[in-house]
């Protein structure tokens, strides 16, 4: 039996090319080069991402915690400021009370004998304190309707308003319903007692005079523009212009309103007060009120003085007119010196200067309050020799009046139809209303 022996086929395809082997071994290597120097390249990225933002977002978290602390400290010393602010607010109220019984000491019991005048807020007395100092003494009277917190308040603000030509509030009073105000003592009276005076007059030269004019120029200029409050007198006159021993002059009775009229508003009021004569025509008709009214009052109080006469009772020659009249008619004649007080026509310089101090009077009159300059421009006009006047257009003509000129006037107006309430109310020499805004 012949064994048959298989072998397995011989394979008939060509052996491999070494030459190919190699080159995909050269390809690998070079792959696996890439492939490294990528994740070279990728690392170096990363490091660089790391090394920059890991330090910026640090300090974002460090100002971050910064502002955060910042915030915090200035919160705390808010409140601290705040509350020392209130502390000196208190002390502030605490250091202007007086003592009620001393006060009424000093006034001798509100004794008709110190009573300096009367006014639609109360009366004014002479005081002398234990310390030896003079003061003058408004007793309030009993309708203001207002808490102690409130009126303490309200005359720590007043209180505030400090100006040469202002009456200085020293402090305050009170006892049950009775209300003090105590002012500095003025010693040479109201502005109306000089110049109205044919005596006293006497001691009045236009140099004493210009300076009362700029005195009183400047303290509307404070009310209006400079101080805390922007407060509107709206009670100018002769009156209410108190002189010191050196004559200079301090306007009085400016701020009260804030303490008795919780209704007002900062344009229009149904509650007219002033003076006949000294009123605007605006105020007087429709109850509104500005900063030009004051402006108003002030260029019939410089007529006043040049003039020497109360504009309601302007005597020219043998006929009675009234002042804005008078004035008006002569500075179109060219005669307007004829109204000038003789005792003030001392040099041709004095009447030159007086001559444009009446331009200025007749420029703050002018019937239409757009017209009238501000307390601003009237300072530099007095200042400044050298600026140029305007022309003034024709005044408000207040005419004799069947009510005593003498007392002044609180008439309820209807705003809606700008009609006056026949059944007005009348009270003496009654005082000044504010507009007030924070400054």
């Given at each position: 039996?012949?064994?048959?022996v298989l072998?397995?086929?011989?394979s008939?395809?060509?052996?491999p090319?070494?030459?190919?082997?190699?080159?995909?071994?050269?390809?690998?290597?070079?792959t696996?080069q890439?492939?490294?120097n990528?994740?070279?390249?990728?690392?170096?990225?990363?490091?660089?991402?790391?090394?920059?933002?890991?330090?910026?977002?640090?300090?974002?978290?460090?100002?971050?915690?910064?502002?955060i602390?910042?915030?915090?400290?200035?919160?705390?010393?808010?409140?601290t400021?705040?509350?020392?602010?209130?502390?000196?607010?208190?002390?502030?109220?605490?250091?202007?009370?007086?003592?009620?019984?001393?006060?009424?000491?000093?006034?001798?019991?509100?004794?008709?004998?110190?009573k300096?005048?009367?006014?639609?807020?109360?009366?004014?007395?002479?005081?002398?304190?234990?310390?030896?100092?003079?003061?003058?003494v408004?007793r309030?009277?009993r309708n203001?309707?207002?808490?102690?917190?409130?009126?303490?308040?309200?005359?720590?603000?007043?209180?505030?308003?400090?100006?040469?030509?202002?009456?200085?509030?020293?402090?305050f009073?009170?006892?049950?319903s009775?209300?003090?105000?105590?002012?500095?003592?003025?010693c040479?009276?109201?502005?109306?007692?000089?110049?109205?005076?044919?005596?006293?007059?006497?001691?009045?030269?236009w140099e004493?005079?210009?300076?009362?004019?700029?005195?009183?120029?400047?303290?509307?200029?404070?009310?209006?523009?400079?101080?805390?409050?922007?407060?509107?007198?709206?009670?100018?006159?002769?009156?209410?212009?108190l002189?010191?021993?050196?004559?200079?002059?301090?306007?009085?009775?400016?701020?009260?309103?804030?303490?008795?009229?919780?209704?007002?508003?900062?344009?229009?009021?149904?509650?007219?007060?002033?003076?006949?004569?000294?009123?605007?025509?605006?105020?007087?008709?429709?109850?509104?009120?500005?900063?030009?009214?004051?402006?108003?009052?002030?260029?019939?109080?410089?007529?006043?003085?040049?003039?020497?006469?109360?504009?309601?009772?302007?005597?020219?020659?043998?006929?009675?007119?009234?002042?804005?009249?008078?004035?008006?008619?002569?500075w179109?004649?060219?005669?307007?010196?004829?109204?000038?007080?003789?005792?003030?026509?001392?040099s041709?310089?004095?009447?030159?200067?007086?001559?444009?101090?009446?331009?200025?009077g007749?420029l703050?009159?002018?019937?239409?309050a757009?017209?009238?300059?501000?307390?601003?421009?009237?300072?530099?006009?007095?200042?400044?020799?050298?600026?140029?006047?305007?022309?003034?257009?024709?005044?408000?003509?207040?005419?004799?009046?069947?009510?005593?000129?003498?007392i002044?006037?609180?008439?309820?107006?209807d705003?809606?139809?700008?009609?006056?309430?026949n059944?007005?109310?009348?009270?003496?020499?009654?005082?000044?209303?504010?507009?007030?805004?924070?400054?």
């Amino acid at each position: 039996m012949v064994e048959t022996v298989l072998h397995p086929p011989i394979s008939t395809a060509p052996p491999p090319s070494p030459g190919k082997d190699d080159n995909t071994t050269r390809k690998d290597d070079k792959t696996t080069q890439k492939d490294d120097n990528t994740t070279l390249k990728d690392d170096k990225t990363t490091r660089t991402i790391v090394v920059v933002i890991v330090p910026i977002v640090i300090c974002l978290i460090l100002a971050l915690c910064i502002g955060i602390f910042v915030k915090i400290k200035k919160t705390r010393k808010s409140k601290t400021e705040e509350n020392i602010e209130s502390d000196i607010e208190i002390s502030t109220v605490e250091s202007l009370q007086y003592n009620f019984s001393k006060v009424r000491d000093a006034t001798d019991n509100f004794s008709d004998a110190n009573k300096l005048g009367q006014g639609g807020f109360g009366f004014v007395y002479k005081g002398t304190l234990s310390n030896g100092n003079e003061v003058a003494v408004k007793r309030l009277s009993r309708n203001s309707g207002q808490g102690d917190t409130e009126f303490k308040n309200e005359v720590l603000l007043v209180a505030k308003l400090q100006h040469r030509n202002l009456v200085r509030l020293l402090g305050f009073s009170m006892e049950g319903s009775e209300r003090l105000l105590v002012y500095e003592f003025v010693c040479n009276g109201s502005l109306d007692r000089f110049i109205f005076d044919p005596i006293k007059r006497a001691h009045l030269d236009w140099e004493k005079c210009y300076k009362i004019i700029e005195g009183v120029a400047r303290g509307l200029l404070y009310l209006h523009e400079d101080s805390r409050l922007r407060i509107i007198h709206r009670d100018l006159k002769a009156s209410n212009v108190l002189l010191d021993g050196e004559m200079n002059s301090k306007i009085s009775d400016f701020g009260l309103a804030r303490l008795f009229v919780p209704d007002e508003t900062q344009g229009n009021t149904n509650r007219v007060v002033g003076t006949h004569g000294y009123m605007a025509p605006e105020y007087v008709i429709h109850g509104q009120f500005s900063v030009k009214s004051d402006v108003f009052s002030f260029g019939v109080l410089v007529l006043e003085i040049i003039s020497g006469q109360k504009t309601y009772n302007f005597r020219n020659g043998e006929s009675m007119d009234d002042l804005l009249s008078c004035v008006w008619k002569n500075w179109h004649r060219e005669t307007v010196a004829d109204i000038i007080d003789p005792a003030l026509r001392t040099s041709s310089r004095s009447l030159r200067d007086i001559m444009r101090c009446i331009h200025i009077g007749l420029l703050c009159v002018q019937e239409n309050a757009d017209d009238r300059p501000t307390m601003a421009s009237v300072v530099l006009m007095l200042s400044s020799f050298s600026l140029t006047l305007p022309v003034p257009s024709q005044p408000a003509f207040f005419l004799s009046s069947t009510v005593d000129p003498e007392i002044s006037v609180r008439r309820e107006n209807d705003l809606s139809t700008h009609q006056s309430d026949n059944n007005g109310r009348i009270s003496i020499n009654d005082a000044s209303m504010s507009e007030l805004h924070p400054r």
